[in-house]
């Protein structure tokens, strides 16, 4: 049976106009985001930045797993509101919910243990290094509730929760770091915006979660979770460890600058992010491969269009953005930002293929991506002397990664 033209052309528009929102809300809130990073390199000093900017890349990193909370559970409530089976919808929402609050709250008593033997034994940096571990505990049902909008189509909600979550983040950075306060205050405070956000952006969906007060834990460690989390992670990872290896190897200074450089260039993965964002739980209810591809070329010629512009504004405009931002001392960052972007441009089509197999059930891609990363694991230890090393690194594996997602599609299409 064919689908009614008029119809599709209204889910278009739908599409168009809630990725559009979307899109805005994200951008907005990774506007937010990069002023978090702006204003803390410039209060903090070289060294102190870099240990935020590792710091913040490891929460981002360790925020990916749960990730397949939002991507399982915004699949399971849109396909069961589609049959309206609003009740089902609910105990699927709720019962995840109480779960990883549970786990949220083993891991937050776990973390302030880890942190009291740390500081005896005199190890660097602990608070600083447990303030981020129970960011990354507490930031477990983010993704729970942010999938719960997502499958029942709130957009303009879930715009607004990007907006949220960005803005408390960089009002509590902004504010520590301006009386004084630490590396480790700073996450703390981060880790507090967290909290707030879980509360705040669960109360649209409050009727569906009263749906299901007897609602039993759900069973987290399925195979569409796990290998959502593997497939989310290894991605993420590809993306962000230039970052971690920026730290380990390269001094104070030349650390700063290369994260600066490296935090510029995400501006790519706000694009995906959105287009993703909107298509996921539209695909997943499509049961039909020639539509599903179709809304996969859609998302990567979105992407890969808007990347294109990015990438020559970032490339030609290097030097007045890098000062305007970050400031003069990170200036040698400039000759990366632009080699950086078009890394980034890579794994924003990358995030679009992934979603697309994530929103199908097809998390068999995770092993493909856990090689890939493993395999960058062993060229960042062959190859790490210069910054310049490490950009090679990511446009090379930037570009596997795109072709690798593109050849297992094809052989395992229907």
């Known amino acids: 049976m064919s689908a009614d033209p008029a119809e599709g052309a209204s889910g278009r528009r739908t599409l168009v106009r809630s990725g559009l929102i ?72 709720r019962g995840t919910l109480r779960s990883v609050l549970g786990w949220t709250a083993a891991l937050l008593v776990l973390t302030a243990i880890a942190v009291a033997l740390a500081a005896a034994a005199g190890l660097g940096e602990p608070l600083a290094v447990g303030a981020a571990a129970a960011t990354i505990a507490i930031a477990l049902a983010v993704p729970v509730v942010w999938g719960g909008l997502q499958g029942t189509g709130r957009f303009a909600v879930l715009s607004g929760a990007h907006l949220f979550f960005a803005a408390t983040r960089l009002a509590a950075g902004i504010a520590i770091g301006l009386a004084g306060g630490s590396v480790a205050a700073i996450m703390l405070g981060v880790a507090g915006a967290t909290a707030l956000t879980v509360v705040v952006t669960a109360l649209p969906l409050k009727s569906l979660l009263d749906s299901a007060r007897g609602a039993p834990r759900r069973h987290l460690a399925t195979r569409p979770n796990v290998g959502a989390a593997v497939g989310l992670t290894a991605l993420w990872a590809l993306a962000y460890s230039d970052l971690l290896v920026a730290r380990l190897v390269f001094s104070g200074d030349e650390a700063g600058a290369y994260a600066a450089a490296s935090v510029g260039a995400r501006v790519l993965l706000l694009t995906p992010i959105a287009v993703t964002t909107v298509l996921f739980p539209r695909v997943a209810t499509l049961h039909d491969p020639a539509r599903e591809r179709r809304h996969l070329a859609a998302g990567l010629a979105t992407v890969a269009a808007v990347s294109a512009a990015l990438i020559a504004l970032l490339w030609a405009f290097a030097e007045p953005l890098i000062e305007l931002t970050f400031g003069d001392e990170y200036a040698a960052a400039e000759e990366w930002l632009g080699p950086l972007s078009l890394a980034m441009a890579l794994y924003g089509l990358a995030i679009v293929y992934l979603y697309h197999f994530l929103s199908l059930g097809r998390a068999q891609i995770a092993a493909v991506l856990a090689a890939l990363l493993a395999a960058q694991v062993v060229a960042y230890a062959l190859v790490h002397g210069t910054p310049d090393d490490l950009v090679a690194v990511q446009v090379a594996f930037g570009a596997v990664t795109v072709v690798a997602c593109e050849a297992w599609y094809l052989l395992r299409r229907p």
């Open 22 to 93: 979307l899109a805005l809300a994200v951008g907005a809130a990774n506007l937010l985001n990069a002023v978090f990073q702006f204003s803390l390199a410039r209060i903090l000093d070289p060294g102190d930045y870099a240990l935020l900017a590792a710091l913040f890349a490891v929460v981002l990193v360790g925020a990916i797993p749960p990730l397949a909370f939002q991507a399982t559970t915004a699949r399971a409530v849109a396909s069961e509101l589609v049959r309206g089976e609003t009740d089902a919808a609910g105990v699927i929402l």
